[in-house]
């Protein structure tokens, strides 16, 4: 090769590498701006998680409580939920907490098992609804809505019994028991989620088989227990519509889990797997409820027949809805719920040989070395990715109206917990820039979780609270940490003003804001 060639080359790529760099900058720069007026901020909790007396007052088992009593409860540490945060006897402290923090609304979830120890509405346990009541009056009390998740994965043992949710005969058990939770609650509670991330109760409860009900068969029965979940979703949003909308006047979502899904080289067939990843992760929930057509998305119906084929059976292993279900389902919705922690980077892969949801997608999933990790392996800091989520779901989904039911941070537990803080920071700026320079349709955002909780089969290993809680001292007492304070101010200035933000004193860490000042104005 000529010298003239090789300065050639060289500078091509320093010019690639500026230009990359100029990418990262662009996308890690921070917005100085505010969320729109009334924008809703919120921290949220999960019932198995927090609650403890797990056999207290007539609460009857759940399949979480089943699983960590068995003699390998499948737990990290060992742990169980049996006393968690002690929220069934703390529920004033958690309150508090979030008075102090200043939020708007706190998402927790019901126990199922609590109000309906046998999962039916023929045995209702009082104590339930009491508990209920009074967290419900001590929120209203202290001008912070409610908003209930009627599913967070603690399904009655006594339903598992009859098959969970591989049994259709579940979905009117959950109308029966969504309906029950309207007539008791719905005058005071006026924002409701049917299922917390249908994917993970699905994938993980009954396919890999590492949650609750540790049931294993993936590529089929996770696929099933999805099906009768999206029916029961749709049965609850109808009862609502149908029943309750007219004199309560509230609203029912759904919330689903969604990486954002980077395509880990710019070749043809790594972006369509990255699509693919998110029509498999989100689309196979959000499709049959969101999109104009209702049903499952066309693609995955597609992968997964073609290999349901060339396995030898006779139909798909994804189940039918059949038109009069599609119809039923189609529509289901005031508005979108997701849960957002991390991305991954996706390639194209041929799927092994064994039957399972992943081999049916033909790609696999990376992580940039890059991007700083937490405390759950899964759990990578990429706040672009969140920006790019919301925008590729308002467009999918027709400008969808969406709230954030999730995104926080783990680590180990500390009370000066710098990184949680920074977490917070620029995945809610990325949110706002998409709010703000790309007009997605976005309500509200809430933090995960306002305290320390179960973190399900890691058990205390790892921690996701603004508030710690000691877990050895009997009292659980709660102690705020340093981003409770950070997302305080966050909430006190609906966002991130360039007069408080410059103010350093505001963040008694460093944060990295750049030296130049971008306001909306500069971007438009
Ligand atoms: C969510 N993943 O779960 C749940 O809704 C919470 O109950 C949980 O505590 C929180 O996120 C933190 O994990 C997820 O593997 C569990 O990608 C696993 C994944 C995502 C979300």
């Known amino acids: 090769?000529?010298?003239?060639?090789?300065?050639?080359?060289?500078?091509?790529?320093?010019?690639?590498?500026?230009?990359?760099?100029?990418?990262?900058?662009?996308?890690?720069?921070?917005?100085?701006?505010?969320?729109?007026?009334?924008?809703?901020?919120?921290?949220?909790?999960?019932?198995?998680?927090?609650?403890?007396?797990?056999?207290?007052?007539?609460?009857?088992?759940?399949?979480?409580?089943?699983?960590?009593?068995?003699?390998?409860?499948?737990?990290?540490?060992?742990?169980?939920g049996d006393v968690a945060a002690d929220s069934y006897h703390k529920y004033m402290d958690d309150v508090a907490a979030l008075k102090e923090t200043g939020v708007n609304f706190y998402r927790f979830s019901l126990s199922w098992s609590r109000i309906l120890p046998t999962g039916r509405i023929?045995?209702?346990?009082?104590?339930?609804?009491?508990?209920?009541?009074?967290?419900?009056?001590?929120?209203?009390?202290?001008?912070?809505?409610?908003?209930?998740?009627?599913?967070?994965?603690?399904?009655?043992?006594?339903?598992?019994?009859?098959?969970?949710?591989?049994?259709?005969?579940?979905?009117?058990?959950?109308?029966?028991?969504?309906?029950?939770?309207?007539?008791?609650?719905?005058?005071?509670?006026?924002?409701?989620?049917?299922?917390?991330?249908?994917?993970?109760?699905?994938?993980?409860?009954?396919?890999?088989?590492?949650?609750?009900?540790?049931?294993?068969?993936?590529?089929?029965?996770?696929?099933?227990?999805?099906?009768?979940?999206?029916?029961?979703?749709?049965?609850?949003?109808?009862?609502?519509?149908?029943?309750?909308?007219?004199t309560q006047n509230g609203e029912v979502g759904i919330t689903f889990n969604c990486a954002w899904d980077e395509p880990k080289t710019q070749n043809p067939e790594d972006i369509e797997a990255a699509e693919r990843a998110l029509q498999f992760e989100l689309g196979w929930f959000a499709h049959p409820i969101f999109s104009a057509n209702g049903d499952y998305p066309p693609i995955m119906k597609e992968y997964i027949a073609s290999r349901s084929a060339k396995e030898g059976y006779n139909m798909s292993r994804l189940p039918e809805f059949g038109q009069t279900w599609v119809n039923y389902i189609k529509g289901t919705h005031d508005f979108f719920g997701l849960n957002h922690y991390t991305s991954r980077l996706i390639y194209r892969v041929k799927g092994g040989n064994e039957t399972s949801y992943e081999n049916d997608q033909d790609l696999a999933s990376s992580s940039d070395p890059s991007w700083p990790s937490s405390a759950s392996s899964w759990l990578k800091v990429v706040p672009w990715g969140f920006r790019k989520l919301v925008n590729w779901i308002h467009k999918e989904y027709n400008g969808v109206r969406l709230i954030v039911t999730e995104n926080g941070f783990s680590d180990h537990g500390q009370i000066k917990d710098d990184d949680r803080a920074k977490y917070y920071t620029s995945y809610i700026n990325e949110l706002m820039k998409a709010i703000n320079l790309d007009g997605c349709n976005i309500f509200g955002y809430t933090a995960w979780s306002i305290i320390d909780n179960f973190e399900w089969s890691s058990g205390y290993t790892e921690k996701f609270g603004l508030y710690s809680i000691n877990f050895t001292d009997p009292r659980r007492p709660r102690s705020r940490k340093f981003s409770a304070e950070v997302y305080s101010n966050i909430i006190a200035n609906n966002g991130f003003p360039a007069s408080s933000t410059n103010n350093m004193t505001m963040y008694p860490f460093k944060i990295q804001f750049p030296s130049k000042q971008h306001n909306l104005h500069d971007h438009l």
């Open 1 to 80: 090769m000529s010298s003239a060639e090789n300065k050639k080359r060289c500078m091509a790529m320093v010019l690639l590498m500026v230009g990359l760099f100029g990418l990262v900058i662009a996308q890690d720069q921070f917005l100085y701006g505010t969320f729109p007026k009334g924008f809703l901020w919120g921290a949220a909790t999960a019932s198995y998680q927090i609650e403890g007396g797990w056999n207290e007052n007539g609460k009857g088992e759940n399949i979480w409580d089943r699983m960590v009593h068995a003699y390998d409860g499948g737990i990290k540490d060992n742990s169980t």
């Open 122 to 246: 023929d045995q209702i346990n009082q104590d339930g609804i009491d508990y209920y009541n009074k967290l419900i009056n001590a929120l209203l009390d202290k001008n912070i809505s409610p908003m209930i998740t009627l599913y967070h994965w603690d399904l009655p043992q006594p339903l598992e019994d009859i098959g969970g949710w591989l049994n259709e005969e579940v979905v009117d058990i959950f109308g029966a028991y969504a309906n029950l939770s309207y007539s008791s609650f719905g005058d005071r509670v006026k924002s409701w989620i049917t299922f917390n991330e249908p994917l993970v109760q699905s994938h993980l409860g009954y396919g890999l088989g590492i949650f609750a009900p540790r049931v294993k068969g993936s590529g089929k029965t996770d696929y099933i227990a999805a099906h009768n979940q999206i029916k029961a979703h749709a049965r609850a949003w109808r009862i609502y519509d149908a029943d309750y909308r007219a």
